[in-house]
């Protein structure tokens, strides 16, 4: 089996934005329009942005954001992994590569909203040591969200 291997680099890439286009209609298979909460690639451009790709034998698997919000804290947005790649672990290489560089940055928490219906996605982030918590930022209160954060591990 190859290797997995995660890089920072720019969204507006043809195989980033058709994982979008996938994470968009998966999500929408799911939730009504006013439970999903996706950023557009505009918004992925945007310095304040570290946006991850993983790859195996040189074509995108997978993605995902670091947004950071400006006041010590990020949330991860746009986490997806092709379908056809699931069970080559890029969703914990993603949240490893992402987690080291909240660190690097000097975070103080990561936070997230995924929907309550994607167990594995729950699953992957319980498992990094995310606990539920409040809407935070400008999200409002939904019994299709959950709300997660992590305090980030600052070495000296």
Known sequence: MTAVTIAEESPSQPAVVRLLELSDAYAASLYPAE????????????????????????????????????DG?????????DPEARGLKAGKHLLGALEAKAERLGLVAIRLETGIYQPEAIGLYKAFGYAER????????DPLSLFMEKPVRQTA
């Open 35 to 70: 439970s999903n909460h996706l950023v557009d690639l505009a918004t992925l451009e945007k310095p304040t942005v570290s946006f991850f790709v993983a790859r195996r034998d040189g074509e995108i698997v997978g993605c995902c954001a670091l947004v950071e919000a400006g």
């Open 134 to 141: 409040s809407p935070f930022g400008s999200y409002l209160p």
């Open 73 to 81: 804290t990020a949330e991860i947005k746009r986490m997806f992994v």
